[in-house]
């Protein structure tokens, strides 16, 4: 069985990240979820430990999979781990370009190459971004991220009965 590094900010991981794990572990065996951390970006919503705490929360049923942070490259980290490959989900064409863009130039760089994993069509619509969205507001996300996500969101941003947010349009006259 293979090693493979699946990549990603994980800010915060989703059910779709989940599957993504999982296909991997059934494909290669050994997987590695490199949490990364780019320096020159600004922090997200949770820190990278906060990041790695939940994900070792939400996996522990799968044994072989461990989770590492990693600041700087994937392509160093792909050294780093002695994997085999990277892999990456995929949800829609728009993730194929962008990722088929990465996936050249780090082979360019390091010879490393890119395995593209279909994400189950039940989940091509949940995005990192749009969970930190709605838990803001106070949304219910619980469908969307795994328990000790959920759980961590819901202490940030208790769920919100309160509708006054929502303001009505003006009416025209």
Same mark, same amino acid.
């Given at each position: 069985?293979?090693?493979?590094?699946?990549?990603?900010?994980?800010?915060?991981?989703?059910?779709?990240? @989940?599957?993504? @794990?999982?296909?991997?572990?059934?494909?290669?065996?050994?997987?590695?979820?490199?949490?990364?951390?780019?320096?020159?970006?600004?922090?997200?919503?949770?820190?990278?430990?906060?990041?790695?705490?939940?994900? @070792?929360?939400?996996?522990?049923?799968?044994?072989?999979?461990?989770?590492?942070?990693?600041?700087?490259?994937?392509?160093d980290?792909?050294?780093?781990?002695?994997?085999?490959?990277?892999?990456k989900?995929?949800?829609?064409?728009?993730?194929?370009?962008?990722?088929?863009?990465m996936?050249?130039?780090n082979?360019?760089?390091?010879?490393?190459?890119?395995?593209?994993l279909?994400?189950?069509?039940a989940?091509?619509?949940?995005?990192?971004?749009?969970?930190?969205? @709605?838990?803001?507001?106070?949304?219910?996300?619980?469908?969307?991220?795994?328990?000790?996500?959920?759980?961590?969101?819901?202490?940030?941003?208790?769920p919100?009965?309160?509708?006054?947010?929502?303001r009505?349009?003006?009416?025209?006259?």
């Amino acid at each position: 069985m293979a090693t493979v590094l699946y990549p990603g900010s994980f800010d915060p991981l989703h059910l779709g990240h @989940i599957d993504v @794990i999982e296909q991997s572990v059934a494909l290669f065996g050994n997987v590695i979820v490199g949490v990364m951390h780019n320096p020159g970006k600004p922090s997200g919503m949770f820190s990278l430990e906060e990041r790695i705490e939940m994900i @070792i929360a939400s996996i522990s049923y799968l044994p072989s999979v461990k989770v590492v942070g990693f600041e700087g490259l994937a392509v160093d980290a792909v050294k780093q781990v002695k994997a085999a490959f990277i892999v990456k989900g995929l949800r829609t064409g728009g993730d194929f370009e962008v990722e088929q863009q990465m996936a050249h130039t780090n082979h360019a760089v390091s010879g490393v190459r890119t395995v593209y994993l279909p994400c189950k069509p039940a989940l091509v619509s949940i995005s990192s971004r749009f969970i930190r969205e @709605i838990a803001q507001y106070g949304g219910d996300v619980t469908s969307l991220v795994p328990a000790p996500v959920a759980s961590k969101l819901a202490k940030l941003f208790p769920p919100s009965s309160d509708k006054s947010r929502v303001r009505p349009a003006k009416r025209q006259k």
